[in-house]
């Protein structure tokens, strides 16, 4: 039996393309209707479509794969956005006021609107967070009503690459799917994977991925940084391969034998790992060659987190997720390194999942994202009931054509993480310029009226002054006179 409500999510990763269908219970528990994989790494590196054709087919592949499991027709997805040129950059806008003078509403708007037109050269905004307002010299997340002389907004803002934001846009569009909305993957994970108490007294979210390690730092329930390293666990297997060894054996040796942190007293010098039946590599050899690639990113990551955080502001400690931390003693490696107790490893999501595939149920992290996706969903992706025995008709396939009604969309673009399409964004503009013609009009219209009564009154006031003037009296006196002399004869 067709299912008639579904949320649709496809995570485009650098290993693979994830596309994922489940329900929401009231419980708040989820479960999940379908699962498609696709490797992506021949046209999608380190997050980012490279190859818009082949990623716009592996799309549409994935979109017809759950459509047809699913037994119903998919009119919108959601889509995860992240990758190598993700990255977040604080921005500070003040206005200088009166002594004494109270914020108000409109202020805080102001310093928003100058925040949200803020460019960047080569980049794409994707979203913004409020970190605080300082009003004189105190912080505050709300300003309104407080006397001040100094207002100052802080916005944390979310860029990516022009050009990479423009290629992902375009695979969306040549796979003819439509997009219910785009979520900022970082984001949507942390809000999936970590704990308010661990946001509200702060923490680092390590998403360590196949080439890429992504870094959000929270402190307060608010995103204080984002990055995201161009290094993650496929360049250890990289590194193994180095050895002369074919890279799906190198793959296999690292989740075998590979260890974050090994004791050197553990280490034995005479042992060899076997490659295959002839051949071998020295177990003192290939630690080194694992750890030394693990310390590297490790430092990078630690190199992203502000060096005021380590003590006071990181009490919820380093939460690891991803492929990538599955590696044996990852905590202990991360320690090490950086000397903070609490760390972590967050295996699945905060959420009841209910599902009978064995990618979900493992627990590994690997779909800690594309489950977050699916959580921040909220708008059903169902259409109509796919009919088996009309294998030619038409419009038995996924009904992806033509652009989702923006009034369709819940008021998610004032959420932290939220990404405007490219259509939506040349919409929003279209709008915006038809509301500035429509005031400069209207302005038009009053200064022009205003104008006119201008003139009137100067028009009134010569005539005043005309009337009253010695010589007009004169001649009025002088017509009375006249007329009354004419009147007597």
């Not at 209707?33 to 592996?58: H, M, P, Q």
């Not at 080569?122 to 004189?136: A, C, H, L």
């Not at 997009?179 to 680092?204: H, N, Y």
């Not at 060899?272 to 080194?288: G, H, M, T």
Request: include cysteine; proline fraction near 2%; charged fraction near 30%.
């Amino acid at each position: 039996m067709a299912t008639k409500e579904f949320i649709v999510a496809i995570e485009l990763g650098s290993s693979k393309v994830t596309g994922i269908a489940g329900q929401k219970n009231l419980d708040g528990s989820i479960n999940v209707l379908a699962l498609v994989k696709e490797e992506s790494s021949s046209f999608i590196r380190k997050g980012v479509a490279y190859n818009i054709d082949k990623t716009a087919l592996c799309i549409s592949n994935i979109v017809k794969k759950l459509s047809t499991q699913l037994k119903t027709e998919i009119t919108k997805v959601y889509v995860g956005v992240g990758g190598q040129s993700i990255r977040s950059v604080k921005n500070v806008i003040t206005k200088e006021l009166p002594a004494n003078t109270k914020v108000t509403e409109d202020m805080v708007v102001e310093l928003m609107e100058a925040n949200r037109t803020m460019e960047y050269a080569d980049q794409e905004k994707q979203s913004y967070v409020i970190q605080e307002f300082k009003v004189d010299s105190q912080y505050q997340i709300d300003p309104v009503g407080i006397q001040c002389s100094h207002l100052e907004g802080n916005f944390l803002n979310i860029l990516q690459r022009y050009t990479f934001y423009k290629n992902l846009n375009r695979c969306l569009e040549n796979a003819g799917v439509n997009v219910a909305d785009m979520f900022i993957s970082p984001i949507a994970l942390a809000d999936s994977v970590l704990t308010e108490t661990e946001k509200r007294s702060g923490c680092a979210l390590v998403d360590i991925g196949a080439d890429t390690t992504t870094v959000c730092v929270y402190n307060k329930n608010i995103l204080r940084h984002l990055a995201v390293i161009p290094l993650g666990s496929r360049n250890i297997t990289k590194d193994i391969a180095s050895l002369q060894i074919e890279e799906g054996e190198a793959e296999k040796m690292k989740l075998k034998y590979g260890c974050a942190y090994t004791d050197n007293a553990d280490i034995d010098n005479n042992l060899k790992l076997p490659i295959d039946q002839e051949r071998s590599v020295d177990s003192r050899k290939f630690i080194e060659i694992v750890e030394g690639r693990l310390e590297e990113i490790i430092e990078n990551v630690w190199n992203q987190i502000p060096s005021d955080y380590y003590e006071k502001l990181l009490l919820g400690g380093i939460i690891l997720t991803g492929g990538g931390s599955n590696i044996k003693n990852i905590e202990k490696a991360f320690y090490n390194y950086t000397h903070l107790d609490k760390i972590r490893v967050a295996k699945f999501v905060n959420y009841t999942v209910k599902s009978s595939s064995p990618d979900i149920n493992s627990k590994n992290g690997m779909m800690n994202t594309i489950l977050g996706l699916l959580i921040k969903g909220d708008q059903n992706c169902a259409g109509v009931e796919i009919d088996p025995t009309n294998l030619f008709d038409s419009n038995n396939s996924a009904s992806l054509n033509g652009p989702v009604s923006l009034g369709q969309r819940s008021d998610n673009t004032k959420k932290t993480g939220v990404v405007l399409t490219e259509a939506e964004k040349r919409k929003a503009e279209e709008e915006a310029q038809r509301r500035r013609e429509e005031e400069e009009r209207r302005q038009a219209e009053i200064e022009a009226e205003s104008r006119r009564q201008a003139e009137e009154e100067k028009k009134r006031q010569e005539e005043e002054r005309r009337k009253n003037s010695p010589l007009n009296k004169s001649i009025s006196w002088l017509k009375k006179v006249v007329k009354d002399m004419t009147a007597d004869e």
